[in-house]
């Protein structure tokens, strides 16, 4: 069984991991910035290594093509993710799926295999979404989901405009992105949460991606003394604030989805001052678009119900909505196979954070492979993955990309 | 029936208020400021205009003195409140009692009554605490419960020192605080809440005063990621807060106290973050001690709950700590009779917010009676009591002075 340079790839994560720290240590390598650059030109440097002709698009994708004359005509199979990173990052997150898709076809070529279609591996551009807005933005465009001419146009939060920074890093392509239309697209990435590590889980078969349903919520109460108020005619705006919490966690039980309030303020936010008005950030996400609509039925219907009986006022901004995204189900069943076939135990999973892999999902067969983030921590120096444990990631990926794109020995 | 002069009064207290607005309208009279000053100037000419004596003793409280050859050795009655404000003041909190006390003396004597005893008005120095703390200061001093020496080192929000203040505005006196040891204590005030505006009851007859528990509560979760963070592995340290501020509301419903989560905080804040942190202050009050003790033991017996169920750590800071005041029976029911013998209806009350009163319960009965604050609201221009309340009250207070000093018609 043909099986990818585990010492190689652990290798690469360490370099490109490397670069982007600054003189306390902190890695950051933000879209389109002189120490992603640097990255680009490591992964650019490694494809080239593997023999892949480089392409780089309008917006500063890069993909390491592997074509011949046998197969040049049929779609490819694509790979990949990002190396982008957030502020104080962590090695793994989107690095794994570039360096994992160029060791692959690496191995498969190295190994004198041919394949029935191309294989391409992509590092898409901003990713992470933290310099310029919004996030997997190279794999969005890439999938016609925004036009190229307006989000090169794109202002980023330190006032530089993207399609300057690409040009000036040397990665403003002059291919459209969508140049090669995928026969389908897989990615390899950490997990970012702590299901598999809890559970012991090597192989996670990614079957879809959650919807994400963000709003702010404010609550008008009236501000009275604390003291001299009594309790039946307190109008408690940071009260009801707290009921939502409550009720959010336990509707979120029932519908299998997640929901958090990261974000609340009281104001006047003062002891002895009961508060007139709390606004709070709603976070709820649900695999299935059905029961995510409904959870946030039942919480609009339960905000009516609060201004029954506690007499606030509540309103609502939408700050995001993304429906859910399944993936395709021929893949995940590929994953599980070629898991089982490595004698690693795997679990069908739900993508709790946005990928390029959902973007993909628009014009494509997609699915994606996760391998565990133990104790769960991500974007963070402390995001780990063991050494086994993307070796053992990266074998799944080869066998299931040897799969789909034919690959035989010649 | 002997009454007191409505108008007189009604104009009285338009007339201090006017004092100490600014060129918005704001009216303020933080403790020793200028503005305090010119109403200090102003109840010293109504007192000089009613024939009292005035005394300032060394912490700058003001007392009005009516005494006479055949009844100056025994104790005074004393009545009184405060005249300073805070920011952007109301004109009716502590000012109706010291003009209150005032338009009573004045009244009885243009009416040609004596008394048994000596009855004694006092304006007290700092009740707000806005400029210098604690709150209450004067009275505090007055009764015992701080050195005069040590207080008037106050160094104030603006950098002031009270005693250098009180002596450059002309009134850091020489007698001692406490020269004068009063038989009882009653002091007329707004009630500063809505629960007689709602009930419409015209005189509060106010039987205690709450105890006061304030507490800065930290909760510790741990931050993880809203999507890929499965409910059941989640440290919520946001929600624990919530599910204290529910518990609370529950709490004191059974006890009857009040309780307000006034002040929140969430670590990082961030709108895709489970909060690490939540800070939060829980302001406890009752006015029996047994049950405000329970009431506390119970929610600290909540906090061990809580880690165990959702796994923070919770740590209480104490902020705040003022034992309830039972106030005096006997004076209480005075208060009662004398307005149902106007045909006002009265309602036993609880002091929500501290007095003076409180403080002069440490060293004679004391009582205080309230008239309706129109919606509760107060510590705000919109502070407001309808004229026929505050000279129903002025006149309840007119009837228990009487009694309680053996005021008769010579």
Redesign the interface.
């Known amino acids: 069984m043909l099986s990818v340079n585990g010492a190689r790839l652990l290798e690469r994560i360490n370099e490109l991991g490397a670069i982007g720290k600054d003189e306390e240590g902190r890695r950051t390598r933000l879209a389109a910035s002189d120490t992603e650059k640097q990255g680009r030109d490591k992964v650019v440097s490694w494809m080239k290594d593997a023999g892949l002709k480089v392409v780089v698009d309008r917006i500063g994708n890069i993909f390491g093509i592997w074509e011949t004359e046998e197969n040049k005509d049929k779609k490819p199979l694509m790979v990949g993710s990002h190396i982008d990173t957030v502020i104080n990052a962590g090695q793994y997150d989107g690095c794994l799926g570039v360096i994992g898709g160029i060791e692959v076809i690496k191995t498969l070529k190295d190994a004198g295999y041919q394949s029935e279609r191309p294989i391409v591996v992509g590092a898409f551009t901003n990713e992470e979404g933290v310099r310029y807005s919004p996030d997997m933005m190279g794999s969005l465009v890439y999938a016609g989901g925004l036009p190229v001419d307006e989000v090169l146009k794109t202002v980023g939060t330190d006032g530089t405009i993207l399609g300057e920074e690409l040009k000036r890093i040397g990665y403003e392509g002059t291919v459209e992105p969508g140049f090669l239309q995928p026969e389908a697209f897989v990615e390899l990435h950490i997990?970012?949460?702590?299901?598999m590590d809890?559970e012991g889980v090597k192989i996670g078969a990614v079957e879809n991606l959650?919807g994400?349903h963000?709003q702010r919520v404010t609550i008008e109460g009236v501000a009275?003394?604390?003291?001299?108020?009594?309790?039946n005619?307190r109008v408690?705006a940071?009260?009801a604030?707290?009921?939502?919490?409550?009720f959010l966690?336990e509707l979120?039980?029932k519908s299998g989805g997640?929901a958090?309030?990261?974000?609340?303020?009281?104001e006047p936010?003062?002891?002895?001052?009961?508060?007139s008005k709390a606004i709070m950030?709603v976070?709820l996400?649900n695999p299935n678009k059905e029961k995510l609509d409904a959870d946030e039925k039942t919480l609009a219907a339960y905000f009516k119900e609060l201004e029954e009986t506690d007499h606030v006022k509540i309103s609502s901004e939408r700050?995001t909505e993304f429906d859910p995204v399944p993936f395709d189900e021929g893949i995940v069943k590929k994953i599980e196979a070629a898991a089982a076939a490595r004698g690693l135990n795997t679990r069908r999973m739900t993508?709790?954070?946005?990928q390029d892999a959902q973007m993909m999902a628009r014009i494509c067969p997609t699915a994606m492979i996760f391998v565990p983030s133990i104790k769960?921590i991500?974007?963070n120096p402390k995001e780990y993955t063991p050494d086994e444990d993307c070796v053992a990631g990266a074998n799944v990926f080869l066998d299931v990309v040897s799969e789909m794109a034919g690959v035989q020995q010649k």
């Open positions: 997990e970012q949460g702590p299901i809890v959650q994400i963000w009275n003394h604390a003291g001299t108020t009594p309790t005619l408690d940071g009260l604030a707290a009921k939502i919490n409550v966690r979120v039980k997640v958090t309030v990261g974000c609340i303020e009281h936010n003062a002891i002895n001052v009961i508060p950030t976070d996400r700050l993508s709790g954070a946005g769960g991500s974007h």
